[in-house]
């Protein structure tokens, strides 16, 4: 047994060598991005293969409480939503996106669109994460956003009698996300949208992930080859379609590391090199520190290394979702690993770099922190520990790797996953059954 539930917590045992085949459920970021875009299509849109996790969740009833119909049938993996052909139903309603940061920055561009009154809210650790610069770009396209405490950070209340449209500029934007929501939108204002970003956009592969799923239903959108300036014509509208959701790239990082330190192979399968998701990127990292990758027309596969892995020097800015899990496989490597360029993670559903460098000391390893990340020393021996998780999915399934290579490692209030992976737990557990 290799997962062992003790009360919210869970215990990792050691694993010996892997082979196995792991079936994940659909892209987190990619069935969000589904979701707003079918609110707004003409017809009815069915997305096979979705993510049941919390953040979906909290998507779906967000867009509830602004008049959008939907079924969601988890046992055939499937959500059906009724268009509302950019017109959404409700004038007013109340938004709670809890620790869903693409639930409050895409409803906050959503709710532009409407003619009414609305109000966002989150946890108190949404409370801390900055909407600022979205908010002053749909204040530029035409929208009124007033904070009701701190400016700049929710809770916000939005009123609008639509979006007008122009041209929007973004300087250096800390979350891809504020990219992402204006241009999901934008096809809905009265004018074409020009959305300029000053210095870059910052996680490209979450821009390019969203262009893709606009140009896949119907949404031109025009774009520099640096993706610093973008272009949507108006009156443009999402077809409804029935699409299939990729497997969730982010939670492969798990499976392909826990080959890389237990040895042996671990193929997810449904996901290649050509995915949209950046994280799939992942395992070219891996094989930079020893590891073989092969791509079949089952899937994407990793095998463990001959000898020790290496330690590498790594920009992650492009996959800042990937940096607890290569922070964890950098505890077996043979020598330092440096993860840069992912200021970000302070940002996120905690302060990941000051919560990284915490548990991995916890572990053994000494951590020097970096002004955008961290350099991560590995122990000759990892000791036994109880690693805090923060209320942060990625912490706990990340260090849960670590467990199955190294054993005597506990996951405090591990149900966290739920945020992104409900099943994680369940799904690590089953490579014991294929040693």
Known sequence: MLVERVGSDVRLHRSGPLDATV???????????????????????????????????????????????????????????????????????????????????????????????????????????????????????????????????????????????????????????????????????????MLRIDGGPTRRPYVDMTVAVMRALGVEVLCTPSADRFVVPSTQRYQAQAVTIEPDASAATYFWSAAAVCGGRVTVAGLGRDSVQGDVGFVELLARMGCAVEQTAAGLTVCGPTGRLRGIDADLSAMPDAAPTLAVVALFADGPTRIRNVANLRIKETDRLAALERELSRLGATVEPIDDGLTIHPPTRLRPATIETYNDHRMAMSFAVAGLAAGDVVIRAAECVAKSFPGFFETLGELARTQ
Not at 65 to 89: F, K, N, Y
Not at 136 to 161: N, W
Request: proline letters at 5%; a neutral charge; glycine letters at 12%.
């Open 23 to 193: 079936r994940l459920p659909g892209s987190k970021s990619l069935t969000n991005r589904h979701l707003v875009c079918a609110a707004l299509a003409d017809g009815r849109s069915v997305l096979h293969n979705a993510s049941f996790c919390d953040d979906a969740a909290r998507m779906i009833e967000g867009l509830g409480r602004l008049g959008i119909r939907s079924v969601s049938l988890p046992e055939a993996d499937r959500v059906e939503v009724e268009g509302c052909r950019g017109h959404l139903p409700a004038d007013e309603g109340e938004i709670d996106a809890g620790d869903a940061g693409t639930v409050m920055r895409f409803l906050t561009a959503l709710v532009t669109l409407g003619h009414g009154r609305y109000r966002l809210d989150g946890s108190d650790r949404m409370r801390e994460r900055p909407i600022g610069p979205l908010a002053d770009g749909l204040r530029e396209l035409g929208a009124a956003i007033s904070y009701e405490q701190r400016a700049g950070y929710p809770p916000l209340t939005v009123v609008t009698r639509g979006l007008l449209g122009g041209t929007v500029a973004l300087a250096r934007p800390v979350s891809s996300q504020f990219v992402s929501a204006l241009l999901l939108v934008a096809p809905y204002a009265s004018r074409d949208v």
